[in-house]
């Protein structure tokens, strides 16, 4: 079964750090662009960040640059998103998804996402 598993949310402090990893089954990594993307309470789907198939390539939502890292690492067919300097705002389920490319539309199914909640 081709999935994507999300995984590494959890509530912080206004401030604080977490590392998200999306890890995949039964398919390779390597041969697609990765994204990430979040969803708040009553609120639409938004893109975060995407790499590259090869890495070589990055891009970031405004609302995140500066502050979210996304990395890849294809031996362990696994993306993640380093994010520093976590807002409020950022609350959210975060979800990734396969792309053949970043300016591309997502394939296959999406995973459960991982819920990253950031509150004093």
């Known amino acids: 079964q081709l999935q994507l598993v999300e995984s590494g949310g959890g509530s912080v402090q206004p401030g604080g750090s977490l590392r998200l990893s999306c890890a995949a089954s039964g398919f390779t990594l390597a041969g697609y662009a990765i994204a990430w993307l979040r969803q708040a309470p009553g609120k639409e789907r938004e893109g975060v960040s995407c790499?590259?198939?090869?890495?070589?390539?990055?891009n970031y939502a405004d609302s995140v640059k500066g502050r979210f890292t996304i990395s890849r690492d294809n031996a362990k067919n696994t993306v993640y998103l380093q994010m520093n300097s976590l807002k409020p705002e950022d609350t959210a389920v975060y979800y990734c998804?396969?792309?053949?490319?970043?300016?591309?539309?997502?394939?296959?199914?999406w995973g459960q996402g991982t819920q990253v909640t950031v509150s004093s």
């Open positions: 998804a396969r792309r053949l490319g970043c300016q591309s539309p997502v394939v296959g199914s």
């Open positions: 790499i590259s198939n090869s890495g070589g390539s990055t």
